[in-house]
């Protein structure tokens, strides 16, 4: 029941938190979209739900067990280093891995709001926090609160595919049900919830997440209607590059990942009784 209402509280926490940011949003734009002022107010919220959830406020009797849900403990050194190391080479990795797939099947996209009539500013801070707001809520409610009820539950390494199941479906609501998307979010998700599971805390999956949000809502996925399948222009240089990129940032992020566990047991070795 822990597992079941673990799962329930990330699904509706991730939901709630976009809902309020989609509101947030929709009134900036109607009203003052010169000044990003949906950002501040997001940004506070945000705040007061990762500190709630970490047990700085709120009742007393539950503190203790809702910063353990949580699981956002600061980290030493090398341990957050090579977290970080694997998770941004990894999103090169996704990066070059979404541009062949999408050359090579065929893939809805994903749908982008048009921020063409919008200031520079708005679009950037826009872009920011819809990254920050995203990777805060998925990380505590699911790699948080569900991967570790899973694990503390006797599931191991196998929560971080349990993980990465629920979330399938809702990805899928909103990128389509199709095996080439539903196959990106499986790699991505994967890799988030292994940080998680070596590290034992978010706080590295959060930055990841954040950082791969934003490149690919701002950078990767407008240009997605530029590139050609294959079958249409051929295989051209920038195809190959890509591929070369998948395969190289795969490897050099998986060996991160190595030496991101064998520095984290070292750390946790070492840690007083």
Do not use: C
């Not at 976009?18 to 945000?46: D, E, I, K, Q, R």
């Not at 979330?167 to 095996?179: D, E, K, S």
């Amino acid at each position: 029941m822990r597992i079941f209402w673990s799962g329930v509280f990330a699904i509706l926490m991730t939901a709630i938190v976009s809902g309020v940011w989609a509101a947030l949003l929709l009134a900036n734009l109607s009203h003052a979209p010169a000044f990003p002022w949906s950002t501040v107010v997001m940004g506070l919220l945000l705040w007061a739900l990762w500190t709630f959830l970490d047990g700085k406020w709120g009742p007393v009797r539950n503190r203790a067990a809702r910063s353990e849900y949580l699981r956002a403990a600061r980290l030493p050194r090398r341990v957050y280093s090579w977290a970080l190391v694997a998770g941004l080479l990894w999103l090169f990795f996704l990066a070059g891995f979404w541009i062949v797939l999408e050359q090579m099947v065929s893939v809805p996209g994903n749908k982008l709001p048009d921020f063409s009539a919008l200031p520079t500013v708005t679009v950037i801070a826009t872009l920011v926090m819809a990254a920050a707001s995203g990777a805060v809520s998925e990380e505590a409610g699911f790699r948080g609160y569900f991967q570790g009820a899973l694990e503390r539950s006797g599931f191991g390494a196998a929560a971080i595919l349990g993980t990465a199941l629920l979330m399938a479906p809702i990805h899928a609501l909103t990128q389509g049900f199709v095996w080439p998307t539903l196959l990106f979010y499986l790699l991505a998700d994967g890799m988030l919830g292994a940080l998680a599971y070596f590290t034992k805390s978010i706080r590295p999956g959060v930055l990841v997440h954040a950082v791969g949000l934003f490149a690919f809502f701002g950078v990767i996925w407008p240009r997605d209607k530029e590139r050609l399948p294959i079958w249409q222009s051929g295989a051209d240089i920038w195809f190959w590059i890509h591929l070369g990129q998948a395969v190289l940032f795969a490897v050099l992020s998986l060996y991160a990942l190595r030496r991101l566990a064998a520095v984290a047991k070292q750390a946790s070795n070492t840690k007083p009784a």
